[in-house]
């Protein structure tokens, strides 16, 4: 069983950085796409950063600029370096990653989810 496990959320005040990390788990063979995405109250989910297991990243065009997504295959982690936080970026932040587990396909599996608060 494959598990992602987040951390590093919290509040901040608007103008500064948190740094999220999530790390994969379990009988892993491989780790296509990581990323993260944010879910804000009464909002839809929507994709903040990705990135491919060969480091090519894609970003939301309100964090682009400000956010940094990298990753560590040696580890199976992705972190979400933060900056210039805003009280828009408020949000329930949801790690995403494509995993092979044992000899089984590429099976999306999501984290339980990390408050990010931004006080204005």
């Known amino acids: 069983q494959v598990q992602l496990v987040e951390s590093g959320g919290g509040l901040v005040q608007t103008g500064g950085s948190l740094r999220l990390s999530c790390a994969a788990s379990?009988?892993?063979?491989?780790?296509?796409?990581m990323g993260w995405y944010r879910q804000a109250p009464g909002k839809q989910r929507e994709l903040v950063a990705a990135v491919t297991s060969g480091g090519s990243t894609n970003y939301a065009d309100s964090v682009k600029g400000r956010f940094t997504i990298s990753r560590d295959n040696t580890k199976n982690t992705v972190l979400l370096q933060m900056n210039s936080l805003n009280p828009e970026d408020t949000a329930v932040y949801y790690c995403?990653?494509?995993?092979?587990?044992?000899?089984?396909?590429?099976?999306?599996?999501w984290g339980q989810g990390t408050q990010v608060t931004v006080a204005s």
């Open positions: 995403h990653a494509r995993v092979a587990a044992s000899l089984g396909p590429f099976v999306d599996h």
């Open positions: 379990g009988r892993i063979v491989g780790i296509g796409a």
